[in-house]
Nanobody, 123 residues
Framework: QVQLVESGGGLVQPGGSLRLSCAAS????????MGWYRQAPGKQRDLVAT???????NYADSVKGRFTISKDNAKNTVYLQMNSLKPEDTAVYYC?????????????????WGQGTQVTVSS
């Protein structure tokens, strides 16, 4: 089992910045990949960015050049630095973790999700 706790959402004006954090805890020894997804009202949940334990990153085209994902492996924490925010970035942002190796050294095929944090970009 893995628990993900997000923080850092809020209200920001267009052009502003926010930094989201997601801390993973539980009985595991490693996580292969963590990432951020977002869901706007009435829309599906979409990928924002992912990062592997080796540092490989992947971004949605809509956020490239504006958002940066990073990870502190020692703290099992992933960050999303969001700059030049636009009203269309408004959504609930969810943290995700996958590719878990449990404390019993078993592969865990589950995807884990945080509770979500609201990001609102508005003047």
């Amino acid at each position: 089992q893995v628990q993900l706790v997000e923080s850092g959402g809020g209200l920001v004006q267009p052009g502003g910045s926010l930094r989201l954090s997601c801390a993973a805890s539980g009985r595991f020894v490693s996580i292969y990949a963590m990432g951020w997804y977002r869901q706007a009202p009435g829309k599906q949940r979409d990928l924002v960015a992912t990062i592997t334990s080796g540092g490989r990153t992947n971004y949605a085209d809509s956020v490239k050049g504006r958002f940066t994902i990073s990870k502190d492996n020692a703290k099992n924490t992933v960050y999303l630095q969001m700059n030049s925010l636009k009203p269309e970035d408004t959504a609930v942002y969810y943290c995700n973790a996958g590719g878990i190796i449990s404390a019993a050294l078993m592969k865990d095929d589950n995807d884990y999700w945080g509770q979500g944090t609201q990001v609102t970009v508005s003047s």
